[in-house]
């Protein structure tokens, strides 16, 4: 049995918020630690079960970790790294967890990994990040739930991605960091983790051009090194305490925080009524009731478009929002696994095709519901804060993978979240 929520509304929330280190962020800093075969420090590491089973796996390949959770520093010891295959007990867990293929491949020459897990909100493929490593030169093969890649040596390439697929083009520009020759890649993600990433690598001594455009130029070194990098603030857990400020009629002032990587949100909070502002320290989010929050449509794009991570919890705003909203989404072909327990609080929407028909109603119900993944579970949490009654939240175990004290940090602002082990 994992830990659930009693959820008491509580009134607008208001007060300040840091913003922890990006979970989209470190993990696959983590894998690309592997990379250098030295001692690297990584800062700002939020205290995720996520970022536990990481450590998990990279100790199970040999490698070493110590997590100082208090200041968010973690180092990782990977001149141990021996072992090549990857057990499921632990790639099950996350699908970034798969994200190891192309540095184990770049250090031992071979890898074995599961096929990964993770949230369950569509099938999630990895042919793009397949794709690419047979592009460098990797022998791939498909059995009994494990992909195998090996490769004598790593050549660079031109490759081009059908989808800018984020977890493809960080395979990608880990493997070819350290290939013969130079790789252009096409078509690739752009996101802020992408960048993250490849600052990384940069400092540990590889040679990367054009991260954070839709080609990145990777020219192959012989060896990297061991070095400190601090990630970036995580944008979804931002978003979510904007989120949360706006469905309480609250106002939220949030530190650590990129507003530049929160555009897209911003955007849409603005079009709705909802105050955003940009201030020394950060973002202050709040609603004054002089404009009475609107519907809008929102359809989920790759970066710099709406993110897909932030898709149930803005369906949690609309829920009862006046007017009609067209939620679509373009991203995962699974994801609105909210919708359901969002209609048991009472919400009325519709699913039509990819998209979802949500007509805002005057108050949510408080109820027995479930979080099926992590951010349908946090949207859940959002929309119990302004229910009518006590919302019971089972599967608090799917907000722990990417969000840290999500209830505590929600208490300090004023909510009534109640965790029972
Ligand atoms: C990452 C994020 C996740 C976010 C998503 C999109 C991490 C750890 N997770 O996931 O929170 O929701 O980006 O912003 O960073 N696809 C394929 N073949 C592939 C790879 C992907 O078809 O080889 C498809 C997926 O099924 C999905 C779409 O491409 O429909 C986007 O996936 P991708 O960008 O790879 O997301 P992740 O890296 O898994």
Redesign the pocket.
Known sequence: MTDKFIITPNGPLKGDVHISGAK?AV?PVLAATLLTGQDCVVQNVPDLSDVEAMCGLLESLGAGTRWDREAGNLTVFSSGLERHEAAYEWVGKL??SFLIIGPMLARLGRAKVPLPGGCAI????????LKGLAALGADIEHAHGFISAKAEKLTGARIYLD?P????TESIMMAASLAQGQTILENC?V?P?IVDLANFLNAAGADIRGAGTDTVKINGTNGMRGITHSVIPDRIEAGTFMVAAALTRGDIRLTNVMADHLKPVTAKLKEVNVNVQETDFGLRVFHDNTLEVIAADIKTL?YPGF???MQALFMSLMATAAGTSIITET???NRFMQVGELKRMGAEIKIESRSAVVEGVRKLAGTQVCASDLRAGAALMLAALTADGKTELNGANHIDRGYCNLDTRLNQLGADVRRIS
């Open positions: 989209n993990l699908r970034a569509g099938s999630r493929p990895v042919d793009l990040h989808f697929s984020v977890g493809a993600a996101e983790e790759p993110p897909t991570d991203v995962f072909e």
